[in-house]
């Protein structure tokens, strides 16, 4: 199992208050053994002037799901993630509704770790592709 049993989706939850993911909508609703699913709403905090989400709200998302999962697998008393690249493929437009994010790790090291994340539409289509890489930082003491 890759996530601890103590990172709960209400614990989850709690850290978007007050900073970018909560101000997006952005929300935890499911983690699995080696995955973690969100949701970010398609609305006028999300879109873009011709009214398609943003591609920049994408990226937003997809770190904010990649860090959260970086940082839940981590000792936090003894670590804590940061991201230091990012890239985002976005191929298909949305206009309204929800979003959805599946992030999985594809590397875990000691001081570095590769996350891929997927978003998807309501309908499952891929809207966007996207590869977070977090930096792993020793807490000073």
Known sequence: ???PSYVTLDKLNTINKGNLAGHL?????????DYLRGRMPVN????????????????????TMGSVAANAVVDQNKFYCV??????NHVRRVTDSYVYAVTK?????????????????EKKQLV????LTVAVIERKE
């Not at 991201?83 to 985002?88: D, P, Q, R, S, V």
């Not at 966007?128 to 590869?131: G, K, L, M």
């Open 1 to 3: 199992m890759l996530f």
């Open 25 to 33: 909508g952005i929300e935890y609703i499911d983690i699995g053994p």
């Open 44 to 63: 006028e905090k999300t879109k873009q002037p011709l009214g398609l989400l943003h591609g920049g709200a994408s990226a937003a998302f997809a770190e």
């Open 83 to 88: 991201g230091i690249e990012i890239n985002a």
């Open 105 to 121: 790790p594809a590397h875990i090291g000691r001081t570095t770790h590769v996350w891929e994340i997927r978003i998807t539409n």
């Open 128 to 131: 966007c592709t996207s590869r």
